[in-house]
């Protein structure tokens, strides 16, 4: 099962996805594409691992972390497919990050590494878009590099776990204007998925539709706007984004 | 006026009151906003002072340029009367004071001049924290445990907070006073605090700012079987039972 949300009418909306792509009311019914807005799929705490491939640790001279290294992004950030996100002016740094997202399915406290992939619900695919210029050395990653209006693009829909056998091998790529700039693997984990869900209930209750971004791996590169950014994660979903410039998001608004 | 939280029949009340004493705190209240809650840390004059040559060192390098931020997780949350709940073996606890500034109308890109025009008013938060040991990583382990964000009793209207930058704030723990400071020992001002944030986050109706809490002395160290009760001027007291996890 394939689970969204959109904004249908101005009106809040949950559907699936069938085989054939079509996005599926409640009542079975159709909804056209171009006649509705992707919204996230999920909405509750989101975690983001950095560091978390050792390739990208590599790239970013770090070395591999020995206890998961995570930060918190605010709702406000949270964007769904086919939407756009703004570059803010003057700045020389802003690179995508696809990953695997997982989604807890249900309530999580103290879970022991054995079981935490019962507590699973699904997996989707996140831009975790970050703007490096704005790095300083508190709290960092800071919110203003990671946490920004727009700044992460997540679904188009949540994959139900079970349909996912493996997400330890899944390949993971991003596609700017069609070409392919990032490939990894979710092998390369450098803390996997039942190791996260463990790691974080033992410091707090997850519930139903939190969100965990697993990092990203090497293969950065800085986009434009006028970008179209391709993020996807094998057997989980392809998701895409443009970038505009911030006069254009300032319009919009 | 006054706004606060109550649960009814498993459905959120939303309810007003004129006057502090109209609220009957025998009953658990819930915590008086529940949207997305932000903290600035380092806010406070004398924690600044306290680390300001290490600010010059590694890993830090040089001092902040920019109000440093934190996220409050909604597990967090609890409102008047609800129980903090310390980890075992995790170290010290310290309660964290602080202003909770409450916003009252979407804020996307607010000038400092226009920052009071998007408040709703003012709540108490008592911003629970393992030692903070560290300001160069995030501190989800230390700050987003479950019980570690009292909230309320609830939320005085702006209106009836006429100096929100000059309010003592004092932290008794087992009805003995331990801590006091006030907000005008904040480094960015309500206002400032506003405006940057809004920069790149939109603030939402019943979204909540930490305003900055103190330097977490061994006074503010809270232990299983005390109470805490934070206690600010015009606004009110929030009181909380400390237990073991």
Known sequence: ?253 | MLYYKTRKNDQVNNVQAQAAFEVPLENNLLPAVNGAVIGVALNDKGLYQSLEKQFNEKPHVSPPKTPVLHIKTDNTFIGYGDTIRIPNNMGAVFSGPSLGIVIGKKACRVTEENALDYIQGYTIVNEVSLAETSFYRPAVKAKCRDTFCPIGPWVMDAADVETPQNLTIKTYINDTLCHETSTNQMIHSIEQVIAYISSFITLEVGDMIIAGTPLRTESLEIKADDVVMVEIEKIGRLVNPVAAE
């Open chain 1, 1 to 253: 099962m394939k689970r969204a949300k959109i904004l249908l009418n101005e009106e809040t909306v949950n559907v699936t996805i069938n085989e054939a792509n079509q996005v599926l009311t409640e009542t079975g019914s159709v909804v056209e594409e171009g006649t509705f807005t992707w919204l996230p799929p999920c909405e509750g705490k989101a975690f983001v691992l950095a560091i978390n491939y050792a390739d990208h640790a590599a790239e970013l001279s770090f070395k591999a972390p020995d206890e998961p290294l995570v930060f918190l992004k605010s709702s406000n950030t949270l964007i769904g497919h086919d939407q756009k996100t703004y570059q803010p002016d003057n700045i020389d740094y802003m690179h995508y990050e696809c990953e695997l997202v997982v989604v807890i399915g249900k309530e999580a406290k103290n879970v022991s590494l054995e079981n935490a992939m019962d507590y699973v619900g699904g997996y989707t695919v996140g831009n975790d878009y970050a703007i490096r210029d704005y790095l300083e050395n508190y709290y960092r990653p800071n919110l203003r590099v990671k946490s920004r209006d727009t700044c992460t693009p997540i679904g188009p829909y949540i994959i139900d776990a079970s349909e996912v056998p493996d997400p330890h091998n899944l390949t993971i790529r991003t596609y700017i204007n069609g070409e392919l700039k990032q490939e990894g693997s979710t092998k390369d984990l450098i803390f996997n998925v039942p190791y996260l869900v463990s790691y974080l209930s033992n410091i707090m209750t997850l519930t139903p539709g939190d969100m965990i971004f697993t990092g990203t791996p090497e293969g950065l590169a800085h986009v434009y706007p006028g970008d179209e950014v391709i993020t996807e994660v094998e057997g989980v979903g392809v998701l895409k984004n443009t970038i505009i410039s911030e006069t254009d998001y300032l319009s919009s608004l």
